[in-house]
């Protein structure tokens, strides 16, 4: 079934942004009262809007740059502000390859107005997942060079934080990833970059300067080709002074969250986020690192000991 997903799934772009949102309504239906607005040059849907007392989600949604939209990603963001009592406006950022890079990057940014417009004093969190998280480290890193005022927290789930794609998980993982193909990532990669270098840092921002960021949580399953991305974003915002917290999922595969309604693990993962959410934005910091449904060690980047050989049966 993930095999034939709008992830990995043969046509053109078009098509694949057809069937992701066609996969996104067979899953779950939109949430009550969602209301579409305009936030810059793009658009986006208050799923809940902000009130007094009550943190902002901003949600930035995955697909490649390319084929996700808000709608396909409605329910998720819809469960996570639930569970982490937030407000949230999910994004409809203008994708590649008709806008290349940085149309993104600004979308996000002009979100981020839109949000300190409206709730000025209310506590931040940037989340999303795939593309859509390395969006939001992108986001908080122009942020901090242009010293506005960061966000309370980073939720970044199964990030794709090098376009490059040159991470050692892409070989050691290609047999075992149900959903993500490395060519596949590499060709919407130049799609998303236009004739920019992709090792630019709001391109590929493991290659930026990870000092400064706000507490970043990190959710990432052991059978995806994009877990050294994680592992290594990890381990260079703590290099470098940071908070980041890792979720490791050894036996969850790429967007595992995304199907929730189906999977356990999918709500147990958004719980958990929920939780930090909630902790963080209330000022009672940070969680530790755990595992995620099993007792497996957290393991190193470039190792692959954590996940099967095989895609799940």
Known sequence: MLQRAALRGPGTVPQRRIAYERAAEALAAPPAGAETVTVGAASGIWIRRPAAGRPVLLYLHGGFYSIGSARSHLHLADLLAD?????????DYRRAPEHPFPAAVADA????????????????????????AGLALSVAMRLRDGRAAA????????PWADLTCSAGSHREL???????????????AAGYAGGADR?????????????GLPPVLVQVGGQEVLLDDALMLVEGI????????????PHMFHGWQWYHPLLPEGVRALRDAGQVI?????????????????????????????APTGPPG
């Open 278 to 306: 909630r902790a963080v934005t209330a000022g009672a910091g940070t969680a530790p690192d755990r595992n995620g449904g099993c007792a497996a060690s957290t393991p190193g980047p470039g190792t692959a000991s954590s």
């Open 83 to 91: 569970l982490s009592g937030a407000a949230c406006l999910v994004l």
């Open 238 to 249: 703590r290099a470098a002074g940071g908070e980041a917290v890792l979720h490791h999922w």
């Open 109 to 132: 940014l002009a979100a981020v107005e839109t949000i300190r417009a409206v709730a000025p004093v209310s506590p931040l969190v940037i989340a999303g997942d795939s593309a859509g």
């Open 174 to 188: 290609a047999s075992a990833d149900p959903v993500l193909a490395t060519e596949d990532l590499l060709a919407m």
């Open 151 to 158: 966000p309370d927290l980073l939720v970044l789930l199964s």
């Open 199 to 211: 090792r630019h840092p709001e391109i590929s921002p493991i290659f930026g300067d990870l000092a």
